[in-house]
């Protein structure tokens, strides 16, 4: 069992920056490929960004490459995503996610049903 906590969301204006972090335990983090995924009003929940489980590989979403950054820090258990020059529509909750199975490339680690545990969620909002 892995349990996920997201934290760092918050309100932002347009153009401007967050961090989110998602602290884990219950297992070795070590041994999870780590994703964001986020999900606005009515629409579905949709792949943000991976990170492969020594960080050496990322994968991103069309929409926030350039933008967001993902990254991992296998000592205190957390991943992160940077997000910067952030849009109205980037507003979301987002969410963490730890996937036992490993992705090698974006079209596994988008997958949703790869990932086992997720987090309970951070709410983004960008304002106009």
């Known amino acids: 069992q ?4 997201e934290s760092g969301g918050g309100l ?3 153009g401007g920056s967050l961090r989110l972090s998602c602290a ?4 070795t983090f070590s041994n999870y490929g780590m994703g964001w995924f986020r999900q606005a ?7 943000v960004a991976a990170i492969s489980r ?4 990322t994968y ?3 929409s926030v490459k350039g933008r967001f950054t993902i990254s991992r ?14 849009k109205p529509e980037d507003t979301a909750v987002y969410y963490c996610a730890a996937a036992s199975r490993r992705f090698i490339n974006i079209a596994q680690a988008m997958g949703a049903d790869r990932y086992d545990y997720w987090g309970q969620g951070s ?6």
């Open 123 to 128: 709410q983004v909002t960008v304002s106009s």
């Open 24 to 27: 884990a335990s219950g297992s």
């Open 73 to 86: 820090d296998n000592a205190k258990n957390t991943v992160y995503v940077q997000m910067n020059s952030l």
């Open 12 to 14: 932002v204006q347009t």
């Open 41 to 47: 009003p009515g629409k579905e929940r949709e792949f």
């Open 54 to 57: 020594s960080g050496g590989n």
């Open 2 to 5: 892995v349990q996920l906590v």
């Open 60 to 62: 991103y979403t069309n």
